[in-house]
T-cell receptor
Framework: NAGVTQTPKFRVLKTGQSMTLLCAQD?????MYWYRQDPGMGLRLIHYSVGEGTTAKGEVPDGYNVSRLKKQNFLLGLESAAPSQTSVYFCASRREGTVPSVGSGELFFGEGSRLTVL | AQKITQTQPGMFVQEKEAVTLDCTYDTSDPSYGLFWYKQPSSGEMIFLIYQGSYDQQNATEGRYSLNFQKARKSANLVISASQLGDSAMYFCAMRPFDSWGKLQFGAGTQVVVTP
């Protein structure tokens, strides 16, 4: 089972360039998330989606855009990359619960995408 | 605003010994979930254990157990009989009530298991 797949795994950009990270999940999960991981700060939520066609802002959304045109895919875009966006990006998904806040419903993570902005 | 605190940036533990990783959280929600994830040097995030705020018993999963003290707002992870493969970064996370499954993470604790 593929689970959650992120592409690309590595990317180097110059300041001002744009790029898109693709996240694909094959578990038919409703909820999907984009996090960034920086040293000493854990994972911080960028954007998330609770279903096809929906997106919402997380803790650190500035400089990023997202789209969820298909249930299985969640795209993270950087329109004009900045050095501050150098990070490891993780996509995650979660099955829908009867009540979203109840039950384990752990997040399933992709392997991460390491982005460097020069 | 909720907050997750892991006060131990790094720990060394000898093989076969038990280790406790501290996690405290701050929330005013009546219902929430607590999670621990492991991140080995290869980078993937591996779910270890879950504790619901209304669960009567502490969660256990194999060699992992969660010491949940609701009144103190702590959710410490205990790893028994440490193995070399337990060397990794460990993250505590909380899912607030009515949050669409979003997790808030602590800064992590780096564990190194020595022979």
């Amino acid at each position: 089972n593929a689970g959650v797949t992120q592409t690309p795994k590595f990317r180097v950009l110059k300041t001002g360039q744009s790029m898109t990270l693709l996240c694909a999940q094959d578990m038919n999960h409703e909820y999907m998330y984009w996090y960034r991981q920086d040293p000493g700060m854990g994972l911080r939520l960028i954007h998330y989606s609770v279903g096809e066609g929906t997106t919402a802002k997380g803790e650190v959304p500035d400089g990023y855009n997202v789209s969820r045109l298909k249930k299985q895919n969640f795209l993270l875009g950087l329109e004009s990359a900045a050095p501050s966006q150098t990070s490891v990006y993780f996509c995650a998904s979660r099955r829908e619960g009867t009540v979203p806040s109840v039950g384990s419903g752990e997040l399933f993570f992709g392997e991460g995408s390491r982005l460097t902005v020069l | 605003a909720q907050k997750i605190t892991q006060t131990q940036p790094g720990m060394f533990v000898q093989e076969k010994e038990a280790v406790t990783l501290d996690c405290t959280y701050d929330t005013s929600d009546p219902s929430y979930g607590l999670f621990w994830y492991k991140q080995p040097s290869s980078g993937e995030m591996i779910f270890l254990i879950y504790q619901g705020s209304y669960d009567q018993q502490n969660a256990t999963e194999g060699r992992y157990s969660l010491n949940f003290q609701k009144a103190r707002k702590s959710a410490n992870l205990v790893i028994s009989a440490s193995q070399l493969g337990d060397s990794a970064m460990y993250f505590c996370a909380m899912r607030p009530f009515d949050s669409w499954g979003k997790l808030q993470f602590g800064a992590g604790t780096q564990v190194v298991v020595t022979p």
